[in-house]
């Protein structure tokens, strides 16, 4: 699979006069560098740090790859670019930054980025191309802009004020405000989970969601990794909404200094009328706001889920575009149709949910 071994710090590609830096690959598990960039990095998310490129390799089987850009002098980290390497029989070899992953900008100068993604698309026996999700913010331009292509797909962010009171005027009245007044008044409270059990039960509600919605849902494994590597690092949270002593609601927050991700969300569907979701995603962005955190995102958004857009736009997020861009500029780029109508998803509805796991589990490790 691979073409050869690299140690992690080994230079892959000499300096010029012009270019005074040089390719490596990384180990962060063995290498403190990469993290410490990232975590100094203003540009940097949760998704860049290490833990969260290992957890995705753990639960699906790929193979990371980190790349850095290095002073000439070998003494500071001047870019990264995490990578994973896709090696399906129902898609293709490929190298992705990253599956599952909502955008992950390269934090590497353009001007070394080409020699990046070159030697990727290379460092893997058959590799048909390298694709990266490009977050493109309004009023920013970048030579991604001329390189990458439009997706159905937004992020739709909501930028944290001073007045915390001024920003909850500024919500829909009735969609979000009196659902928020409601759900205090039926006696909702909302808690950060701390056991197993509570994330199984996080876990059934998104399985039922998902059927809902007649999809597929990521293996538990996917959840349990993902809160044993972040949690340790204080990446990871999972608030819930009680009701009577019983958990109706949750949601997986990522979190970073430069912004919290309110990443997946899954309730009882009998709690809506309560006010369940409203009210934790609003005890959400309180916490945030608490601990000095300007940017709040709503997550990945299909333009295809039009009420799901329309409910967020109510929390006065603003949508950010997301791109794609493939190298070489050549290959042959993965079509995007809306599939809510399918005879797939038809089915989906109606399939007992160990159907769906089971879906889930053989259809997602090829995916990204």
Known sequence: ??????????????????????LVELCPSSDARWDEFVSAHPDATVYHHSAWTQFLADAYGHTPLYLGLMSADGHRLLGVLPLLFVDSLLTGKRLVSLPFTSYCNPLMPQSR????????????????????????????????????????????ILRLPEDLEELFRSFHNTSIRQMVRRARRDGLVVRLASSE????????????????????????????????????????ELPVVEFRGNI?????????????????????PVYHKHGANQLLAW??????????????????????HRSLLMYKDRWQ??????????FPDNAKRPGWRDIS???????????????????GRRIYPHRS
């Open 283 to 304: 005890e959400c962005i309180k916490r945030a706001h608490q601990e000095g955190i300007r940017v709040f995102d709503f997550g990945r958004t299909s333009l295809w």
């Open 341 to 359: 109508g399918s005879l797939l998803v038809r089915l989906n509805k109606r399939l007992p949910l160990a159907a769906l796991e089971w879906e």
């Open 317 to 326: 997020t603003r949508r950010y575009p997301i791109r794609y861009r493939y």
């Open 1 to 22: 699979m691979l073409v050869s071994t690299i140690k992690s710090g080994e230079v892959i590609s000499k300096s010029s006069p012009s270019n005074q830096s040089e």
């Open 197 to 236: 059990a509570e994330l199984r039960r996080f876990y059934e509600l998104e399985v039922r969601l998902r059927r809902s919605q007649g999809l597929p849902t990521p293996p538990y494994k996917f959840y349990a990794g993902m809160r044993r590597a972040l949690s340790p690092k204080g990446l990871f």
């Open 113 to 156: 980025l080409e020699d990046a993604l070159s030697y990727a698309l290379n460092r893997f026996r058959g590799v048909r191309y390298v694709e990266l999700k490009l977050l493109n913010l309004p009023g920013e331009k970048t030579d991604h802009d001329r390189l990458s292509v439009e997706s159905p797909f937004v992020s739709q």
């Open 248 to 268: 109706i609601a949750a949601a997986v927050v990522l979190k970073w200094p430069s912004g919290w991700h309110l990443e997946y969300t899954a309730s009882d």
